[in-house]
C-alpha cells in the first residue's frame, strides 16, 4: 500500500485545507511587518472578536502544547496548582510543559469515568487538600472534545465554571477541537466559551486544517496581560506571523473552520454505525466528534494491520480511527468493511436477548 494512502491514525495526517493554503498563499505577496504587526494578523484577531461576539484578546502559538501551557502558566504561580482529568491531554502527552512553563504549578489530577471533568469531581479535588504543605488550586482545565471525543454539553460547562466561580478557580478551555464540539453541538462558539464562563480557550487549527497554529483567546481581558512575552519568551513568537495569522481569517471568513468539523465528525459517525453492534468488537467511546475508538481482541487488531491500516492503541489498548477535513467516505467505507470481513457480520438483536 503506497504511504499516501488515506489512513485514520491521525487527524494530524490530513494535509491543508484548501482556504488555508489559498491564504498562505494570498500572504505571500511582497512584504508586510513582522512579530504580529502586520494588518493579516490583525484581521484575524479581528475575525475571532466577531465569532465569538466579544472584545477577547487574541494571540498565536504555533501548536496545542505550547498554547496550553503557557495559557495555563498565565493562570498561575508556581505554587499553585491545576485540576485536570486523568485522560488529558496537559497531563498525558505534553510532556510536563505545563509544569515547566509555569515554574512547577503542579497538574492535580482528577479520575474520571468517562474522561470528562465534573463539578463534583472539582469540588473534591479542590477541597481535598487546604493547608500550606499542598500546592493551591487555581485553575481548572477541560478539553473540549475530550480526548476519547466525548462533547461537554453547554449545561456540563455552565456547572463546572460555576463550581470554579465558587471556589476560587479560573477555568480554561484546550480546544485543540474546539470546532468539533461547535459542529457536534450546532452552537455558537460563545455558547460554549465565555458564555459558559470560560477564561481562556485554546483553540486548535492543526487538527481543522491548517499546517500550523492555534489561537489563544483570553474572555477576561485582564488575564491576557504579558501574554505577548510569555510567548515571545517560550519561543512561541512568530516572526513571520501573517503565515500563521492569514490562514485563520479564511478559515474563519468562509465557514470551512466548521464545515470542515462537521465534515470529520460525518465520517466517525458513518464508521460507527456501520461497525456497532459487529461481533467481537465494542465502541468503547460515545462517538459525538470526529473520533471512533474500537475494542476489539488483539489478534483481529493484528489481522487489521495486516490489511494495510495504521491506529494507535495508546488509551485503552482500543484502536483509535481519527477523521479529519479531508477524511473520504470511501475509505471509511474500505475500513468498515474490512472491520466486518475480520470480525464478522453482524450481532442478531434478537439472539442477544436470547438466554
Ligand atoms: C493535538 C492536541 C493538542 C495539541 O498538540 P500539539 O501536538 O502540541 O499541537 C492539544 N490537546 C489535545 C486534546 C490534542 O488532541
Given at each position: 500500500?503506497?504511504?499516501?494512502?488515506?489512513?485514520?491514525?491521525?487527524?494530524?495526517?490530513?494535509?491543508?485545507?484548501?482556504?488555508?493554503?489559498?491564504a498562505?498563499?494570498?500572504?505571500?505577496?511582497?512584504?508586510?511587518?513582522?512579530?504580529?504587526?502586520?494588518?493579516?494578523?490583525?484581521?484575524?484577531?479581528?475575525?475571532?472578536?466577531?465569532?465569538?461576539?466579544t472584545?477577547?484578546?487574541?494571540?498565536?502559538?504555533?501548536?496545542?502544547?505550547?498554547?496550553?501551557?503557557?495559557?495555563?502558566?498565565?493562570?498561575?504561580?508556581?505554587?499553585h496548582?491545576?485540576?485536570?482529568?486523568?485522560?488529558?491531554?496537559?497531563?498525558?502527552?505534553?510532556?510536563?510543559?505545563?509544569?515547566?512553563?509555569?515554574?512547577?504549578?503542579?497538574?492535580?489530577?482528577?479520575?474520571t469515568?468517562?474522561?470528562?471533568?465534573?463539578?463534583?469531581?472539582?469540588?473534591?479535588?479542590a477541597?481535598?487538600?487546604?493547608?500550606?504543605?499542598?500546592?493551591?488550586?487555581?485553575?481548572?482545565?477541560?478539553?473540549?472534545?475530550?480526548?476519547?471525543?466525548?462533547?461537554?454539553?453547554?449545561?456540563?460547562?455552565?456547572?463546572l465554571?460555576?463550581?470554579?466561580?465558587?471556589?476560587?478557580?479560573?477555568?480554561?478551555?484546550?480546544?485543540?477541537?474546539?470546532?468539533?464540539?461547535?459542529?457536534?453541538?450546532?452552537?455558537?462558539?460563545?455558547?460554549?466559551?465565555?458564555?459558559?464562563?470560560?477564561?481562556?480557550?485554546?483553540?486548535?487549527?492543526?487538527?481543522?486544517?491548517?499546517?500550523?497554529?492555534?489561537?489563544?483567546?483570553?474572555?477576561?481581558?485582564?488575564?491576557?496581560?504579558?501574554?505577548?512575552?510569555?510567548?515571545?519568551?517560550?519561543?512561541?513568537?512568530?516572526?513571520k506571523?501573517?503565515?500563521?495569522?492569514?490562514?485563520?481569517?479564511?478559515?474563519?471568513?468562509?465557514?470551512?473552520?466548521?464545515?470542515?468539523?462537521?465534515?470529520?465528525?460525518?465520517?466517525?459517525?458513518?464508521?460507527?454505525?456501520?461497525?456497532?453492534?459487529?461481533?467481537?468488537c465494542?465502541?468503547?467511546?460515545?462517538?459525538?466528534?470526529?473520533?471512533?475508538?474500537?475494542?476489539?481482541?488483539?489478534?483481529?487488531?493484528?489481522?487489521?494491520?495486516?490489511?494495510?491500516?495504521?491506529?494507535?492503541?495508546?488509551?485503552?489498548?482500543?484502536?483509535?480511527?481519527?477523521?479529519?477535513?479531508?477524511s473520504?467516505?470511501?475509505?471509511?467505507?474500505?475500513?468498515?468493511?474490512?472491520?466486518?470481513?475480520?470480525?464478522?457480520?453482524?450481532?442478531?438483536?434478537?439472539?442477544?436477548?436470547?438466554?
Open positions: 500500500m503506497p504511504n499516501s494512502t488515506q489512513q485514520f491514525a491521525s487527524d494530524n495526517y490530513a494535509g491543508i485545507c484548501p482556504e488555508a493554503w489559498a498562505m498563499a494570498a500572504a505571500n505577496v511582497g512584504h508586510v511587518p513582522a512579530y504580529g504587526e502586520d494588518g493579516w494578523t490583525a484581521r484575524a484577531s479581528d475575525a475571532f472578536r466577531e465569532l465569538f461576539r472584545n477577547c484578546d487574541v494571540f498565536f502559538a504555533f501548536n496545542g502544547t505550547a498554547a496550553n501551557s503557557l495559557a495555563l502558566a498565565s493562570l498561575c504561580q508556581s505554587y496548582s491545576v485540576i485536570c482529568s486523568s485522560t488529558a491531554h496537559v497531563e498525558t502527552d505534553e510532556c510536563g510543559a505545563p509544569e515547566f512553563f509555569s515554574n512547577g504549578s503542579k497538574l492535580l489530577v482528577a479520575a469515568k468517562s474522561g470528562k471533568l465534573t463539578a463534583e469531581a472539582v469540588r473534591t479535588l477541597a481535598s487538600r487546604s493547608d500550606i504543605h499542598f500546592p493551591k488550586p487555581r485553575a481548572v482545565t477541560i478539553t473540549q472534545p475530550t480526548e476519547t471525543g466525548q462533547v461537554y454539553s453547554i449545561d456540563e460547562i455552565q456547572a465554571s460555576a463550581t470554579c466561580r465558587d471556589l476560587g478557580l479560573r477555568l480554561h478551555m484546550d480546544g485543540a477541537r474546539f470546532a468539533n464540539a461547535c459542529a457536534a453541538l450546532g452552537c455558537e462558539p460563545a455558547d460554549i466559551s465565555w458564555k459558559a464562563g470560560v477564561d481562556v480557550l485554546c483553540f486548535g487549527g492543526t487538527k481543522n486544517g491548517m499546517a500550523v497554529g492555534e489561537a489563544v483567546l483570553y474572555f477576561d481581558n485582564s488575564l491576557a496581560e504579558g501574554f505577548d512575552y510569555r510567548c515571545k519568551q517560550a519561543g512561541q513568537l512568530a516572526s506571523m501573517r503565515f500563521l495569522a492569514a490562514p485563520w481569517v479564511e478559515m474563519l471568513s468562509s465557514g470551512a473552520w466548521l464545515r470542515n468539523a462537521a465534515h470529520a465528525n460525518a465520517c466517525a459517525r458513518r464508521l460507527a454505525d456501520q461497525v456497532s453492534g459487529l461481533r467481537g465494542e465502541l468503547m467511546f460515545p462517538v459525538d466528534a470526529n473520533s471512533v475508538f474500537i475494542r476489539a481482541p488483539e489478534q483481529s487488531l493484528q489481522a487489521l494491520r495486516q490489511r494495510g491500516w495504521r491506529f494507535y492503541t495508546f488509551i485503552g489498548g482500543g484502536a483509535r480511527f481519527m477523521f479529519a477535513w479531508d473520504d467516505p470511501v475509505r471509511v467505507d474500505a475500513l468498515a468493511s474490512d472491520l466486518r470481513a475480520i470480525l464478522g457480520t453482524k450481532a442478531d438483536p434478537m439472539s442477544i436477548n436470547m438466554p
